[in-house]
């Protein structure tokens, strides 16, 4: 029994920067990883990037390389997603993923999950 809270969320002019975070409670000893997802209007949710908890691997979706950046704070059990270089495109909601141990990784999946926030919005005006 784990509970995500997405916070930061908001709106920002093209080319800005916001940062997200994920606080998780509850049960976490199993965290395997963590990942954000997000939701533009009208669109089906998609990957945008994941990190491993007990690792230093970090993955992304090819549409935020370069721009967005995964991290985490193992003592306050908390994600973070630093958004840079804002576009229209990345309005969506966005959502804070958590996942169970386990040899296979299918870190773009939903199925992979077990744990959501509520989500929060990004509006990116311009």
């Known amino acids: 029994q784990v509970q995500l809270v997405e916070s930061g969320g908001g709106g920002v002019q093209a080319g800005g920067s916001l940062r997200l975070s994920c606080a998780a409670s509850g049960d976490t000893s199993s965290t395997g990883g963590m990942a954000w997802f997000r939701q533009p209007p009208g669109k089906e949710r998609k990957f945008v990037a994941a990190?491993?908890?007990?690792?230093?691997?970090?993955r992304y979706s090819d549409s935020v390389k370069g721009r967005f950046t995964i991290s985490k704070d193992t003592a306050k059990v908390t994600v973070y997603l630093q958004m840079g270089s804002l576009k229209p495109e990345d309005t969506a909601v966005y959502y804070c993923?958590?996942?169970?141990?386990?040899?296979?990784?299918?870190?773009?999946?939903?199925?992979?999950?077990?744990?959501w926030g509520q989500g929060t919005q990004v509006t990116v005006s311009s």
């Open positions: 993923a958590r996942r169970r141990r386990g040899n296979i990784v299918q870190y773009t999946s939903e199925s992979s999950y077990d744990s």
């Open positions: 990190i491993w908890w007990s690792a230093n691997t970090t």
